[in-house]
């Protein structure tokens, strides 16, 4: 009798702990600490990549983007710990795949920095030259 308590205590144990480390677990540790940050969780498709376990830690690559569009527009990295029976973000890694979000390369134009389309990379001021500073016109013949 004790044999038999004593294994489905083990088992109980071991498919606790494996309910806790699957996709789904990571995903909501990785949902409630985007919305606690202010995040609008429930206009955005948030899936997991990919999770690496180990022990109590877990690393997962999260792809996000914005509701029914299909489109990951950032992938994040996510260092995760289990507390309390349930997955918690306690670090972040960029992973540089930002599309929509990622910062210009070098020697491009991004529309949305405030400057003036075309204008010098890393120098000019991105206002209008004055009329002084630009060449005299030629009269049309």
Same mark, same amino acid.
């Given at each position: 009798?004790?044999? #038999?308590?004593? &294994? ?16 789904? $677990? *990571?995903?909501?540790? *990785?949902?409630? %600490?985007?919305?606690?940050?202010? %995040? ?30 299909? #489109? +990951?527009?950032? &992938? @994040? ?10 997955? +918690? ?10 599309? $929509?979000? #990622? ?16 204008? #010098? ?6 206002? @209008? ?13």
């Amino acid at each position: 009798m004790r044999i #038999a308590l004593l &294994s489905l205590f083990l088992c109980l144990a071991a498919c606790k702990s494996g309910q806790n480390q699957s996709n789904d $677990a *990571v995903r909501q540790g *990785v949902l409630d %600490y985007l919305q606690k940050s202010g %995040y609008n969780v429930s206009g955005m498709d948030i899936t997991i990549a990919n999770v690496q376990f180990k022990d109590n830690q877990a690393d997962a690559q999260v792809n996000t983007g914005a509701k029914g569009s299909g #489109a +990951t527009a950032m &992938s @994040m990295g996510y260092h995760l710990e289990l507390k309390d029976n349930h997955w +918690t973000v306690v670090g972040k890694s960029d992973s540089g795949q930002h599309g $929509a979000l #990622a910062p210009p390369s070098a020697g491009a134009e991004n529309p949305h920095a405030g400057g003036a389309p075309g204008a #010098a990379p890393g120098g000019g001021s991105g206002k @209008m030259p004055s009329p002084e500073d630009l060449p005299p016109a030629g009269k049309k013949k």
